[in-house]
């Protein structure tokens, strides 16, 4: 009988292992606050919380401390606030997500401008929500589409749908 309790401990144990080494080699998805697309081009959020929001150890001391974010599409020298795109997540972190294997950004539909996917981080579990895509057409940010994308998951945005649109939820 001890003879089989050690065998079934040993499997247990190589299950648990085999699991968890499952873990160690999963890829890992990341986030951006800054995307670089050339020389000439670049995308940047700024996010943060209103004044007095933190005690001294860093910790939230009010219950109406929301992160803000501004958004700013620098071309040519000339800085763009894109703001207005990223209103309606008063509550939530917005992000630069991978918008295919490629990385950051990518030409989606071939026509010489590159395509951005923002995420908005909202809490949850294991949510899979939407990403807004836009191009970026010299100094402008015109509305692409929408896909899909899973922030634990990852790796970047899925079933997207050019032209499509759903209000964002604040």
């Known amino acids: ?69 501004k958004l700013f599409l620098f071309y040519k020298g000339k800085e763009s606030n894109y703001s207005n795109l990223v ?19 990518d030409d989606l539909d071939n026509d010489g401008n590159y395509e951005v996917a923002l ?3 909202i809490a949850g579990n294991n949510p899979v929500t939407d990403a807004y895509i836009y191009s970026i057409i010299g100094d402008k940010l015109i509305h692409y589409g929408m896909g899909k994308f899973h922030f634990e998951w990852g790796p970047y945005v899925n079933k997207i749908v050019k032209g499509q649109w759903i209000e964002p939820h604040p």
């Open 87 to 105: 209103k309606y997540w008063k509550n939530a972190f917005v992000y630069l997500v991978n918008i295919s294997p490629k990385g950051y950004f």
């Open 1 to 69: 009988m001890k003879n089989q309790d050690s065998h079934f401990i040993c499997i247990l144990f190589l299950l648990f292992f085999s699991c968890n080494a499952r873990a160690l080699f999963e890829k890992v998805f990341s986030s951006k606050n800054e995307v670089i697309i050339d020389s000439d081009t670049s995308l940047k959020i700024d996010s943060s919380f209103p004044s007095g929001c933190f005690d001294d150890l860093g910790l939230v001391s009010r219950v109406d401390c929301f992160p803000s974010n």
């Open 119 to 121: 995420y908005p981080m």
